[in-house]
Structure formats: C-alpha cells, structure tokens
C-alpha cells in the first residue's frame, strides 16, 4: 500500500476491492498450480504506480498474502515469473528462455518434445523389462528417470551443449 494508502482509502477502492474478492475469492496463482487458497489481497495486474487510471480501472487480481508477496515481487523485480509449468517450460512469456529468438524457441521446445517423447519411451521399454526379467540391479529405473525434474534439467543441459550455448 505504502505510498498510495490515499488511494486504497477511498471508497470506490473497498467497492472494487469487496466485487473482486466476492467474484474471485480464491488466489489465481495458486489455482494455476492447482491449489485453492482463499486469497486476501487484492492485487492490480498491472502496476498502478499512483496514477488514478491505472488504479480505479486496471485489472485485478486476487491473491494469497504468500503469493503477493512472494510471485509477485518477483515478476516485478526480474520482470518475468520464475516459475516452470507441468510440461517443464517457463509459463511466462517473458521468461528468458520464451523470450529468445522465436526460431530459437521453437527449436527448443521441438528438442525438448522428443527428448521428452524419447524419455518416456524409454522408461516404457524398461518397464516392460522389469516385468519379464526378475527386477535387479540395472533393470530399475533410477529415481531421476522417473521424475520429470531430472530428465528435464539433463535435457536442458543437452540442449545447451547441443546448441553450443
Ligand atoms: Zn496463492
């Protein structure tokens, strides 16, 4: 609030403040990751900066105080949001790595759809094995191979390496 707190006072504030968070009772970050958080705060999308416009009649948002806090000032610090989505990619468009020459971009995630395709391949045929041959030693699929974490940071570093980068 800070140094705007004249703004949030007013009445037309509480007014939009109160049919926002009736509308969107639930905080939109965590419903992207599945989650549902009552949200608290009521949260411009775009950065109002004190101009009355920007304030009475931007978008809103509503948000956990976590996420406020936390996301959000981050999106504004770096500019982008950090975060990764289920497919492994940045969600942001403006994440560095969507932000790369869009040829580029699209080379990467074609890269990345087959290693992931590749992958999973993989893990199908191993599998499989494991339930023909007695599952030991060299049969299981390491913890690493399972998660999408593992596989996509090894695809990552690939990439690069690939790419020269
Ligand atoms: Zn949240």
Known sequence: MGQHGKLYKTHTWKALRNRQLSHNPLCAFCLEEGLTTAATIVDHVERHNGDREAFFNGDLQSLCKPHHDGTKQRIE???YDPRVGDDGFPMDASH???AK???EAADAREF???YAIRNTQTRVRI???ATVTAPGVGSKPSADDQGTGGGHSRA???FYHVKGL
């Open 77 to 79: 610090i770096h500019g």
């Open 101 to 103: 020459a869009s040829s």
């Open 96 to 98: 560095p790595f969507n």
């Open 156 to 158: 990552l570093t690939h």
């Open 127 to 129: 599998a499989a094995d």
């Open 112 to 114: 990345f759809r087959e």
